[in-house]
């Protein structure tokens, strides 16, 4: 009878060695997530059609924080907690201006300047409509962007708010998450940004 007990408990060593290894593999890989989605990156979603053809709703991305400076053209992510319409949404945008430029936008021309220089803009989904006279969050065509602040829109520029609604405004660099450089799901985006 003891022999066949001895048989059964080294029989079921190996099977709690490996559950142990399993367990304490899952353990640090969690922790590893927890550390890189803390302090280097995280994962968001796509909320609406702002930045349409260039992400879609639903479209979840890599988002880079660690060191990162906002570089006109680069794709953000935005948490401004301020704006009450936006219901504490983080907000995906694309960054036209840096702290210490200016921004003209010329609706006739479907044109926007930063510094006195157009910009080539292949990405914006339609021409822009004028909605400076209609909307009074945006009647301002000419924007100071304060130091330490980003203006940004949306790459569907006629259902985007954005740093031309007043609401919203330039946004303080406090707020950027960081910058969207990696696209996951859906698969058919799946890649580089």
Request: glycine share 8%.
């Amino acid at each position: 009878m003891s022999e066949s007990w001895n048989q059964e408990v080294e029989q079921e060593e190996p099977i709690s060695n490996d559950l142990f290894y399993w367990l304490r593999a899952l353990t640090l890989s969690l922790v590893c997530m927890v550390l890189v989605f803390t302090f280097f990156g995280r994962l968001t979603r796509v909320s609406g059609s702002s930045m349409e053809h260039t992400l879609e709703d639903g479209q979840i991305l890599l988002v880079w924080s660690l060191g990162y400076q906002p570089q006109q053209g680069d794709i953000v992510v935005v948490n401004k907690t301020t704006v009450e319409h936006l219901n504490g949404d983080a907000i995906v945008k694309r960054v036209i201006a840096t702290g210490g430029q200016t921004v003209d936008i010329d609706y006739g021309t479907n044109t926007v300047y930063v510094d006195g220089v157009a910009l080539d803009e292949s990405y914006i989904k339609e021409p822009m409509y004028d909605v400076s006279l209609a909307d009074p969050y945006r009647s301002q065509t000419h924007f100071e962007v304060p130091k330490g602040s980003i203006f940004v829109m949306g790459d569907n520029r006629n259902n985007s708010d954005d740093s031309r609604d007043s609401r919203i405004g330039f946004i303080d660099e406090g707020y950027i998450l960081g910058e969207a450089i990696f696209s996951f799901f859906p698969f058919s985006h799946f890649g580089p940004i």
